[in-house]
């Protein structure tokens, strides 16, 4: 009786080890089948063209996305110009000067900003910027992906100020150095490695970004026009070209997305393998 | 000539009193601007809120041209893509979890979480169009076919496939949270302290009960944190859903039907609203997601700073 | 760590009739008191530190001698918790006066700690002008390279580093590495050098360098070490404090004098239980 009882319960155990295992093994097999796809059908669809011209209107051949590709760097940069002081100062205040209440109503916030939806923060750029005034822009686009990447620079900035020993605090003090200078002398050097983790993180989360876009930057047909006109983006021609019924147009979309792919993809891992390293 | 400074010096430097000042102006400022996300939509969405009151919540009319505006229909296709994510993720992530925390090679871990992780990477447009393209014609046949022909007697697989609706917005999403919910779940497993598992093993206890009966229950509030983390992410998500579920606007059973989330409406008719009422519609429509994932994302946070307390507490 | 001065105490701290002529470095202290939060950690020090000599600071661990030395250039007030009444007479002026500026207080007393702290994303040359450069004090390139030198040579680690300038602080040894952070404490030219316990970390042979160090330094500056080896201090310095802890636990003077008065003749029976090995 025993016996049975035992061959049953090893055979339970079998079973849902090996579901575990293959849950596992699933996750990676879903990513292997989408990075895949956009792999070979991006592949396929991209050529000089695709990177020198703009756009051409819906059921004419041929045609590309460069002014996309510069409105998405335009509004990364634009982003991460924002975010940076606000982050790494917020990221200072925290690790440095805030006592522990303020500290983590601080923190808490940033959590919680991190968590708002993408769309809700576009149409709050909506309402802020754009509708007074009076015109979609790269400017509003560029807040709105600040708002969303602020929170990212400034939880990593603060843990990364954290990790610098007290004793080099100490150190650079007992120097008779004042102490806004100590900081940024000593400390955010010492710190400089995560600070810049993360905002690749932060830039490889934002490139990406397509919803904040649709009520901010709108997209343009005139190529760019300049900070305060609507520009265009890979991740919003993508999402245009793919939801229109012209098959060239889908071929487009692979092509940005192996591009978008390659850009946040290659920055995500290029983090995560060093900060890795660090931590052993 | 090198001027050494010898003497007693003015007292405070200006500069040392100005910078903590200045640090947290900015500190502050990610506060302000949580409130002011609040403040900015109530005001924007203003115009819908004083015409429709709470009809605005449960009527499922959509009509610009009558300026009729009902959320339900978004509100539901909402609950339900997110309820079916998370029915079809939890499993997988929980299992996934189990096997990179209590199962998996040293060797193994650090590459296979850093995959895992590579997924949350993927930006939301991309996984859409994968899904619009590749998804959704297997999601029509064979997935729906079989469903709707073997299951069919279900109000669940009712109607003609059509490959974009409910059931391929809730496997997009379910692919989007697992990485997080994983993740999570990882960590809230590797806290359980050895000696639980060994006194479980010690007793005779396979590797499953061992997992079942004393690691899961030890960390069940990191677990059901990470879950409603990832029910969070799942609310708010955008572009993957609108271009899979197609843009139908009824309240419906059918996991066939093409439906609406509250963000791919927004995202949808945006482009289309001309009237004062329509753009206050639509704000008012943010404003109910803003206010649905923070309270989820504020229990989910207080769960797993809870957890970290107690395990502090303990130690 | 936030800044805490002693703002409350009226006392005054000058005693009239003393004249002490400016920049001479002599170091009083009267009634010193110092605590962390609400535990006392030091009680009613009071005696007056030779200058151009080698002061040691010796007693058991735990008897708040660290802190004690930490009070003297104001580093103490940066711990967290940090607090100080009495007086500490600097040029016969108090230095925990209300108008003084700590800043200046730690570039007239400089400071090394017990593990060697180089500043690690700087290079040798880098870390030993940190004090300089970080106040902009310094105004041509040629003049830093004067002095980076002249503190090597004085620290007796310019023939080892000299070809290295460029390299990492981290890339030297323990010894190399305290005797760095020597240089770089003087290119500042303070009068006073205090040393917290500074050989604890290194091996005997770089210990013996750093007491042929400081013999040469005290020709020209004051130096106070804290030190929990007794051999060291006999070795060493030519005036001793001895430090007990109180049946309270805060660390009260016993004994200063001479050292070797101290050594071969001391007034106080704890102190001769000390020297002798009876306990500590």
């Known amino acids: 009786m025993a016996d049975t009882g035992y061959g049953r319960r090893k055979l339970i155990n079998r079973t849902m080890l090996s579901l575990c295992a293959i849950a596992a093994g699933l996750s990676i097999i879903v990513l292997a089948l989408i990075l895949g796809y956009t792999l070979v059908q991006g592949i396929s669809s991209l050529d000089i063209d695709f990177l020198m011209q703009a756009a051409k209107p819906m059921g004419e051949a041929g045609g590309g996305m460069r002014d996309e590709i510069f409105g998405t760097l335009i509004l990364v940069t634009l982003g991460t110009l924002i975010s940076l002081p606000v982050g790494l100062m917020a990221g200072i205040f925290v690790a440095e000067f805030a006592g522990p209440r303020i500290a983590t109503a601080v923190q808490f916030s940033a959590d919680i900003l991190a968590g708002v939806p993408s769309i809700v923060v576009g149409v709050f750029a909506y309402a802020v910027l754009v509708r007074p005034m009076h015109s979609y822009s790269a400017l509003s686009a560029g807040v709105a992906l600040a708002v969303i990447m602020i929170p990212i620079v400034a939880r990593t900035a603060e843990e990364s100020l954290r990790l610098v020993p007290n004793f080099q605090r100490e150190a650079a003090l007992a120097l008779g150095i004042t102490r806004w200078r100590a900081i940024i002398g000593v400390i955010i050097p010492g710190a400089l490695t995560g600070i810049v983790t993360g905002v690749m993180l932060g830039v490889a989360r934002i490139a990406g970004e397509t919803a904040p876009l649709i009520f901010t930057a709108l997209g343009s047909q005139f190529g760019v026009q300049g900070l305060l006109k609507p520009i265009g983006a890979l991740p919003l021609q993508i999402y245009r070209y793919a939801m229109s019924p012209d098959p060239d147009w889908h071929k487009q979309a692979w092509a940005a997305a192996f591009l978008l792919m390659l850009l946040v993809l290659g920055i995500s891992i290029l983090v995560r393998v060093v900060s890795r390293r660090r931590s052993i | 000539m090198l001027k050494n400074s010898s003497g007693f010096g003015r007292s405070g430097h200006l500069a040392d009193k100005i910078f903590p000042r200045l640090t947290m102006v900015f500190a502050l400022l990610i506060v302000v601007l949580l409130a002011g996300i609040l403040i900015v939509l109530n005001i924007d969405a203003f115009p819908a809120i004083r015409k429709f009151w709470l009809s605005f919540l449960v009527s499922t009319s959509w009509d610009p041209v009558k300026e009729q505006f009902g959320a339900l229909p978004a509100i539901y296709g909402t609950l339900l893509s997110s309820l079916l994510a998370l029915v079809i993720a939890v499993p997988v992530s929980l299992g996934a979890a189990i096997f990179l925390s209590e199962l998996s090679p040293r060797w193994l871990k650090g590459p296979a979480s850093l995959l895992i992780e590579l997924l949350a990477a993927i930006p939301s447009v991309i996984i859409g169009l994968w899904g619009l393209f590749v998804l959704v014609p297997v999601v029509r046949n064979p997935i729906e076919s079989w469903l709707g022909s073997k299951l069919g007697f279900l109000p669940f697989f009712q109607g003609p496939p059509f490959g974009v609706g409910f059931l391929a917005a809730g496997i997009i999403l379910a692919i989007m949270i697992i990485p997080i919910i994983t993740a999570l779940s990882r960590d809230a497993l590797s806290a359980v302290p050895n000696q639980q598992r060994e006194a479980m093993l010690a007793l005779g206890a396979t590797r499953w009960e061992t997992i079942r009966r004393t690691v899961l229950p030890y960390c069940r509030s990191g677990l059901i944190g990470a879950m409603i983390l990832g029910l969070g992410r799942a609310l708010g998500e955008t572009m993957a859903v609108t271009m899979v579920i197609g843009n139908g606007y009824k309240l419906t059973a059918s996991l066939f039907s093409p439906g609406t989330t509250i963000a791919s409406k927004i995202a949808a008719e945006f482009a289309e609203a001309d009237s004062q009422l329509f753009i206050a519609s639509l704000v008012e429509l943010a404003l109910v997601l803003f206010a649905v994932t923070l309270v989820v994302n504020v229990i989910a946070r207080l769960l797993v700073w809870r957890l970290t307390a107690v395990k502090e507490a303990r130690e | ?280």
């Not at chain 3, 091996?203 to 070490?225: G, H």
């Open chain 3, 1 to 280: 760590m936030i800044d805490k001065s002693n703002q409350d105490t009226v006392q005054t701290c000058e005693i009239p009739g003393e004249e002490v002529p400016e920049g001479s470095g002599i170091l009083k202290v009267r009634g010193l008191n110092a605590w962390y939060d609400s535990t006392k950690a030091i009680k009613n020090i009071s005696l007056s530190i030779p200058e151009k000599a080698i002061t040691a600071i010796i007693g058991p661990s735990g008897c708040g001698k660290s802190t004690f030395i930490r009070c003297l250039n104001r580093m103490h007030e940066v711990s967290h918790g940090g607090r100080v009444e009495g007086c500490v007479l600097l040029d016969g002026k108090d230095i925990y006066a209300r108008d003084v500026d700590p800043v200046a207080i730690r570039r007239r007393i400089g400071m090394v700690f017990q593990k060697p702290a180089p500043f690690p994303t700087m290079s040798i040359f880098d870390n030993v002008s940190a004090g300089l450069r970080l106040t902009r004090v310094w105004s041509r390139r040629w003049e830093l390279e004067e002095i980076v030198e002249r503190s090597l040579r004085q620290a007796a680690l310019w023939d080892e580093v000299k070809d290295k300038l460029g390299q990492s602080g981290s890339s030297l040894s323990g010894g190399q590495q305290q005797r760095l952070c020597i240089a770089r404490a003087m290119a500042v030219e303070p009068e006073i050098i205090l040393l917290d316990e500074p050989c604890s970390a290194l091996d005997p042979a770089a210990t013996l360098k750093i007491e042929d160090l400081m013999r040469n330094l005290a020709d020209r500056y004051t130096i106070v070490i804290v030190t929990h080896n007794m051999q060291q201090a006999a070795r060493v310095s030519d005036m001793a404090a001895f430090f007990l802890a109180d049946t309270d636990r805060t660390g009260i003077l016993i004994e200063f004098g001479p050292t070797s008065q101290l050594f071969t003749n001391p007034k106080d029976k704890r102190t001769e239980d000390y020297i002798t090995g009876r306990f500590g």
